[in-house]
């Protein structure tokens, strides 16, 4: 009743701020979670909590596109027989070791795997060494 006296502003705007902040670190908290434990259910609703938050930070790509991809992920059965329990089971997230909780999104895993790709031998490193394709 006390966070809901406050998230309700009857104990100042300070306050009402703080326990905005509060909730808004949660929701990221969670969906951190969310993709860490591969809980698409989890991701769908943090993703939801935070779609206003962007709309009222005047993201509107990121909003949008935001809305667009809930939408998806909540008609995933209509659009795409089977792709939930594919998500669910599959994952939504990538885990590259047998420690629990060190999945890793999609996306990170690819920039990560293309980073060290790009620094190993035969990458960039060492390309300014060549002269001929230092001219190139």
């Known amino acids: 009743m006390f966070k809901e006296d406050v998230r309700q502003g009857k104990l100042g705007k300070t306050s009402q701020f703080w326990i905005f902040y509060m909730d808004t670190v949660w929701t990221v908290l969670q969906c951190l979670r969310a993709t860490k434990t591969n809980d698409l259910q989890l991701h769908i609703l943090c993703l939801e ?3 206003p938050l962007f709309f009222s930070m005047d993201h509107p ?8 991809y809930i939408l998806l ?10 792709g939930n329990e594919l998500l669910q089971q599959k994952g939504f997230s990538v885990c590259r070791s ?6 890793n999104a ?9 980073n060290r790709q790009a620094k190993s ?16």
């Open 49 to 51: 909590k935070m779609c």
């Open 61 to 68: 790509n990121y909003a949008r596109f935001l809305t667009a």
């Open 73 to 82: 992920l909540l008609n995933l059965d209509i659009s795409h027989p089977g």
């Open 98 to 103: 047998t420690i629990p909780g060190s999945r």
């Open 106 to 114: 999609v996306d990170l895993t690819i920039d990560q795997t293309i």
């Open 121 to 136: 031998k035969g990458g960039i490193v060492g390309f300014s060494q060549n002269v001929a394709a230092y001219n190139k």
